[in-house]
């Protein structure tokens, strides 16, 4: 049911494995009206359990955000295996209910109460990553390399951060299809570069100006050259030009592309 909480101790909000996203996307769709009628009644409207997962990804939950845009792509026609999936998705979310988005603050508020929460970060390596500086943002990007079967194209995923809690995030499918790892991840770094901009213009309008440069970990070492090396280099020549911008960003110390490593990149 809905409530069952008794599962793993780790909860995950969509199962991973090439061979369980192959499933997702080679499924036997229902082919009558009948057949997706039957499904509506013996499960639960798909459509709306969709829209209620975007609330929950757009108020705190960054973390089912690429579980969301990968099951939302089923929302016409969707399968037995599509409803099972956005079940686990709300079983990890009940699982999960006292985690959301966390500040730092220099002083504490004694009018708030005091909740315990879990945090969504745990790990101290993670942690230690982080500049502790409540007025510093910085980002973290990554990406897939066209593993959806159907149309190949890569996932970006992008984090940033202010005082220890999460201000902007994306999960989306880039524009083009990627001829390599390298260009997909670059390709995602240059859309972070470009909110990272967006937010660096607000905070200053605020009165938070980002005087150094934003850091951004990237765990792919082929982009994190490129971002250094201020000019295309042969092989990503067929590249589209507006992703160079990352260069001239990085060069005018605006953004700096870190090296981090994968399993620390909470993006």
């Not at 090439?18 to 009948?34: H, K």
């Not at 708030?112 to 980002?139: F, G, M, N, W």
């Amino acid at each position: 049911g809905w409530d069952d909480t008794t599962e793993q101790h780790n909860p995950i909000p969509m199962r991973n494995g090439t061979a369980y996203q192959a499933q997702l996307e080679s499924a036997t769709l229902p082919s009558t009206p009948e057949e997706r009628l039957r499904l509506h009644n013996d499960n639960f409207n798909y459509r709306q359990a969709i829209s209620e997962a975007i609330y929950a990804m757009t108020a705190a939950r960054a973390d089912i955000a690429y579980a969301v845009i990968k099951l939302s792509q089923y929302s016409n026609n969707p399968a037995k295996i599509h409803y099972q999936a956005v079940r686990h998705l709300f079983k990890y979310l009940a699982l999960t209910k006292s985690r959301g988005v966390h500040y730092w603050r220099k002083h504490p508020v004694p009018d708030l109460p005091v909740i315990s929460a879990e945090p969504c970060i745990s790990h101290s390596e993670i942690l230690d990553t982080i500049p502790r500086k409540p007025h510093r943002i910085h980002a973290y990007v990554d990406s897939d390399w066209g593993s959806d079967r159907t149309h190949r194209r890569s996932v970006t995923g992008l984090v940033v951060m202010l005082a220890g809690g999460v201000i902007a995030y994306k999960s989306k499918y880039q524009a083009t299809i990627a001829l390599s790892s390298t260009e997909a991840e670059f390709t995602a770094a240059s859309e972070a570069g470009k909110t990272i901009l967006y937010l660096r213009s607000i905070l200053h309008e605020l009165g938070f100006s980002q005087y150094l440069p934003t850091i951004l970990w990237e765990d792919n070492s082929g982009a994190l050259h490129m971002a250094n090396a201020q000019q295309p280099t042969r092989r990503t020549r067929h590249m589209d030009t507006k992703y160079f911008a990352l260069q001239d960003w990085v060069e005018s110390d605006q953004i700096e592309v870190a090296q981090i490593g994968t399993a620390n990149n909470i993006s």
